[in-house]
T-cell receptor, first 109, second 114 residues
Framework: RKEVEQDPGPFNVPEGATVAFNCTYS??????FFWYRQDCRKEPKLLMS???SGNEDGRFTAQLNRASQYISLLIRDSKLSDSATYLC??????????FGTGTRLTVIP | DTEVTQTPKHLVMGMTNKKSLKCEQH?????MYWYKQKAKKPPELMFV???????INESVPSRFSPECPNSSLLNLHLHALQPEDSALYLC?????????????FGEGSWLTVV
């Protein structure tokens, strides 16, 4: 079983839509969780850390559900510039990072 | 802009060549990483250096040889590579190997082996 499972998409949504991605992880001892964004032919960039209490940054909301072992990312009022691949990252132990396969989002005008 | 700088951005090398990828960060980070990323795949960890010592080697073939000359620099020496080694090579750093530390990526070096 993979450490991190993520729906690869693609998700094609119209501008202004709300879209949500989920990511499940297998190791209950996982300690830290992040969402990264990767544009085509660019490096991954940190979008948000994910905390148990949930956190919000503008149009982006991240949630962690430890009981069900998943993290989610909600994007409200999608913009064209949100088109990218979103990678969930789960950390277990001393910065032992596991990347999901990434979810490709395309926001359509 | 990323504070992790990688050179060269693009490299084409033959299977008998020896070349190096270089990475530099001036954020005072003590953990540095090499990742390999193929198209439409997530980054795969290759090596981790912590306080200038190799702490993780993810069973990477010996044709890839990492080197950490000091706390700001990380090199990846390449020798006798195969065409399937063509990929984006990402350097990254974090404050240390603590699990809460964010990892910051460089822009990557696009490697083509011919």
């Amino acid at each position: 079983r993979k450490e991190v499972e993520q729906d690869p998409g693609p998700f094609n949504v119209p501008e202004g839509a709300t879209v949500a991605f989920n990511c499940t992880y297998s190791n209950s001892a996982s300690q830290s969780f992040f969402w990264y964004r990767q544009d085509c032919r660019k490096e991954p960039k940190l979008l948000m850390s994910v905390y148990s209490s949930g956190n919000e940054d503008g149009r982006f909301t991240a949630q962690l559900n430890r009981a069900s072992q998943y993290i989610s990312l909600l994007i409200r009022d999608s913009k064209l510039s949100d088109s990218a691949t979103y990678l969930c990252v789960v950390v277990t132990g001393a910065n032992n990072l596991f990347f999901g396969t990434g979810t490709r989002l395309t926001v359509i005008p | 802009d990323t504070e992790v700088t990688q050179t060269p951005k693009h490299l084409v090398m033959g299977m008998t060549n020896k070349k190096s990828l270089k990475c530099e960060q001036h954020m005072g980070h003590r953990a540095m990483y090499w990742y390999k990323q193929k198209a439409k795949k997530p980054p795969e960890l290759m090596f981790v250096y912590s306080y200038e010592k190799l702490s993780i080697n993810e069973s990477v073939p010996s044709r890839f040889s990492p080197e950490c000359p000091n706390s700001s620099l990380l090199n990846l020496h390449l020798h006798a590579l195969q065409p399937e080694d063509s990929a984006l090579y990402l350097c990254a750093s974090s404050q240390d190997q603590g699990f809460r530390n964010t990892i910051y990526f460089g822009e990557g070096s696009w490697l083509t082996v011919v």
